[in-house]
């Protein structure tokens, strides 16, 4: 049988897990005509084998009997060189039929059609690499531990079941497109217009107060960014923009698309852990990593605090905060942001000399890869300069909130639920309908 059970890739909620049906037949469509009754074998005779007299059978001849052709399982084909499953649209994934590609990294995400349920499901199918089915069982425990707690489902796309085909974790859960794009999708089909700092308040607090119920359940997201971030609704409203985008539209509109509702949810568990975990690796995508990670000092729940400082940044502006691939480049363009880097955070930072000058000061522009990369750094304004050029009021409160989130010290950082009693939140402001 093609799918098989997990028991050879032991892990220690295995038996936490909903159980999965029996993987025969799921390809087949329901048999509305009766199999064929049993042909016994043709008797053919005797014949001589090794000096004793053996009885030779013949199997029977094909038998055709009328009836709807079986959907069956598509051919074997080998993954392709990164490990993905290789598809057509239009054939089978067991009891789903697959109608789009949605995206994916670290698997592929299809947009499927539940024969057994008649409806849409996501499903993701993980790269067949032992590293990335590990990593998805370990998603599948994260997920079944936030949906266990968040019943309604309103702060995190929800599992529905896994399977294993193939040698592939896929892991069925909400067809997320009935839900709207991610915020980085709607900032980019709009030209990289920022949202209005109403609508920003409204999603940090629900980004902060999905940040909250993770740590309370001892859960890091480490990869939280706007990618991440879907829209529940995909519906839209236009209104004039009076502000120049930082990427004007071709065809020179003077509008702007907005959400119509500001319900928000996380998606990708992939790269969530559990406190307990081993916490020396990289963690996070880069424009949304912390200062503790790029130095090897470790890291634990302030790493999602400062993710949640880099986002909000954006959706005020329209661009990332820090636009870099290099890791000296990174520091240079936290201190030309944010002041200079705390000595005690340079003394105990793994492998000092790469970064910083006699341990003192970062090596800058020294050390610079480009002139390029000079130019990035020093085009960048102070955190307090960047807010006031996009937000036209809040703009204090704004600056203290993110001051708080995006401290150098994991240590000194606000916590999920201390940013939520920020002034930012609770003070009275103008409302906007959100």
């Known amino acids: 049988m093609e799918a098989q059970w997990l028991a050879e890739y032991p892990h220690q909620a295995a038996d936490n897990r909903p159980r999965k049906r029996p993987r025969l037949a799921w390809d087949a469509a329901p048999q509305l005509f009766p199999p064929p009754k049993a042909i016994p074998m043709l008797y053919c005779g005797?014949?001589?084998?090794?000096?004793?007299?053996?009885?030779?059978?013949?199997?029977?001849?094909?038998?055709?009997?009328?009836?709807?052709?079986?959907?069956?399982?598509?051919?074997w084909r080998p993954d392709d060189k990164d490990g993905h499953y290789v598809f057509t649209l239009g054939e089978n994934l067991t009891p789903n039929r697959i109608?789009?590609?949605?995206?994916?990294?670290?698997?592929?995400?299809?947009?499927?059609?539940?024969?057994?349920?008649?409806?849409?499901?996501?499903?993701k199918i993980?790269?067949?690499?032992?590293?990335?089915r590990e990593a998805a069982m370990i998603e599948i425990d994260v997920l079944q531990r936030l949906g266990k707690?968040?019943?309604t489902g309103s702060r995190c796309v929800q599992i529905r079941n896994w399977f294993d085909y193939r040698n592939h974790i896929?892991?069925?859960s909400t067809y997320v497109e009935k839900l709207g794009p991610s915020l980085y999708d709607f900032l980019r089909k709009n030209s990289y217009r920022s949202f209005p700092i109403d609508l920003?308040?409204?999603?940090?607090?629900?980004?902060?107060?999905?940040?909250?119920?993770?740590?309370?359940?001892?859960?890091?997201?480490?990869?939280?960014?706007?990618?991440?971030?879907?829209l529940v609704s995909p519906d839209t409203i236009k209104v004039h923009d009076y502000k120049i985008p930082?990427?004007?539209?071709?065809?020179?509109?003077?509008?702007?698309?907005?959400?119509?509702?500001?319900?928000?949810?996380?998606?990708?568990f992939g790269s969530t852990t559990f406190d307990h975990q081993d916490h020396n690796y990289v963690v996070s995508t880069r424009h949304y990593r912390a200062p503790e990670v790029i130095l090897g000092l470790g890291w634990n729940y302030p790493c999602d605090l400062w993710s949640v400082g880099c986002i909000l940044?954006?959706?005020?502006?329209?661009?990332?905060?820090?636009?870099?691939?290099?890791?000296?480049?990174?520091?240079?363009?936290?201190?030309?942001?944010?002041?200079?880097?705390?000595?005690?955070?340079?003394?105990?930072?793994?492998?000092?000399?790469?970064?910083?000058?006699?341990?003192?000061?970062?090596?800058?522009?020294?050390?610079?890869?480009?002139?390029?990369?000079m130019k990035a750094v020093w085009k960048l304004p102070r955190l307090q300069n960047l807010v006031m050029q996009h937000v036209d009021h809040s703009a204090g409160d704004l600056i203290d909130l993110l001051q708080g989130l995006l401290r150098y010290d994991p240590d000194e950082r606000l916590k999920a639920r201390q940013a939520l009693q920020h002034p930012f939140f609770t003070r009275c402001h103008r409302r906007c309908g959100y």
């Open 313 to 373: 940044v954006e959706l005020c502006s329209g661009e990332a905060l820090f636009q870099t691939h290099e890791n000296l480049e990174h520091l240079a363009m936290m201190e030309k942001v944010l002041g200079p880097l705390p000595k005690h955070m340079i003394a105990r930072a793994e492998r000092a000399e790469k970064y910083f000058r006699r341990g003192l000061r970062l090596d800058w522009p020294e050390g610079a890869a480009s002139r390029e990369s």
């Open 200 to 230: 920003v308040r409204e999603f940090a607090r629900q980004i902060l107060e999905s940040v909250t119920f993770m740590h309370d359940l001892r859960l890091i997201h480490t990869d939280l960014k706007p990618e991440n971030i879907l």
């Open 170 to 172: 896929c892991i069925v």
């Open 149 to 151: 707690h968040d019943f």
């Open 126 to 132: 993980v790269r067949s690499l032992q590293k990335y």
């Open 246 to 268: 930082i990427r004007p539209p071709k065809d020179g509109s003077v509008f702007k698309n907005l959400p119509k509702s500001s319900a928000i949810k996380l998606i990708d």
């Open 46 to 75: 005797q014949e001589l084998i090794n000096g004793n007299f053996t009885t030779a059978f013949l199997p029977p001849p094909p038998i055709y009997y009328a009836g709807p052709p079986r959907n069956l399982s598509p051919p």
């Open 99 to 123: 109608l789009s590609k949605m995206g994916g990294t670290f698997g592929q995400v299809l947009e499927c059609w539940d024969l057994e349920n008649q409806e849409s499901v996501a499903i």
